[in-house]
């Protein structure tokens, strides 16, 4: 089966444009969380989505969104880029909300910021 | 809040001999601990966790946790290291409500030397 996927694995943007993060559940996975991870330091918690509904956010600004589709897919969204936004950004899926269910990350999206 | 903190960020190690990754956090409720594996250019595998019951959990690749409440730590050990065990590790924790929330601290770098 496949794992969590992420595209795009790379991408380079220039400050102030925006970008668009994609990724995919495990199968029958309904949860997916979104993780910023800058270079030298542990992931950090952007948000939470579990039946389409967003379910937590992390203390992100507002230029931060994301949404989840009917087929549990999802995608995080950052405007107006900075250059700290530049980070591995991890998406992870989970059969649900539950604490205790393992958690399954993706490979990530390496996100640099010029 | 709640807090993790990782007391090595650097932890290198001969093959073959013990090692102990320490992990202590900080929360006012009860947590659910995690240890989560990144080798180069990955993302985040789950290693080890502890949601209740007995206070020592094991991975299958040989490492080991052990819970301890009065010292609010978690700390990763393994008898014998192999080469392949060279990467980050990080320590994480989550809370009952907050299934798929998890904040880490901010990794450990084990660096097994032949």
Avoid: M
């Avoid at chain 1, 405007?79 to 059969?95: F, K, P, R």
């Avoid at chain 2, 080991?64 to 014998?80: D, I």
């Amino acid at each position: 089966d496949a794992g969590v996927t992420q595209s795009p694995t790379h991408l380079i943007k220039t400050r102030g444009q925006h970008v668009t993060l994609r990724c995919s559940p495990i199968s029958g996975h309904k949860s997916v969380s979104w993780y910023q991870q800058v270079l030298g330091q542990g992931p950090q918690f952007i948000f939470q989505y579990y039946e389409k509904e967003e379910r937590g956010r992390g203390n992100f600004p507002d230029r931060f969104s994301a949404r989840q589709f009917p087929n549990y897919s999802s995608e995080l969204n950052v405007n107006a880029l900075l250059l700290g936004d530049s980070a591995l950004y991890l998406c992870a899926s989970s059969t649900d909300r539950v604490v205790g269910n393992t958690i399954y990350f993706g490979e990530g999206s390496w996100l640099t910021v010029v | 809040a709640q807090s993790v903190t990782q007391l090595d960020s650097q932890v290198p190690v001969f093959e073959e001999a013990p090692v102990e990754l320490r992990c202590n956090y900080s929360s006012s409720v009860s947590v659910y601990l995690f240890w989560y594996v990144q080798y180069p250019n990955q993302g985040l595998q789950l290693l080890l966790k502890y949601l209740s019951g007995s206070t020592l959990v094991e991975s299958i690749n040989g490492f080991e946790a052990e819970f301890n409440k009065s010292q609010t730590s978690f700390h990763l050990r393994k008898p014998s290291v192999h080469i392949s065990d060279t990467a980050e590790y990080f320590c994480a924790v989550s809370r009952s409500g907050q299934g798929g929330k998890l904040i880490f601290g901010q990794g450990t770098e084990l660096s097994v030397k032949p």
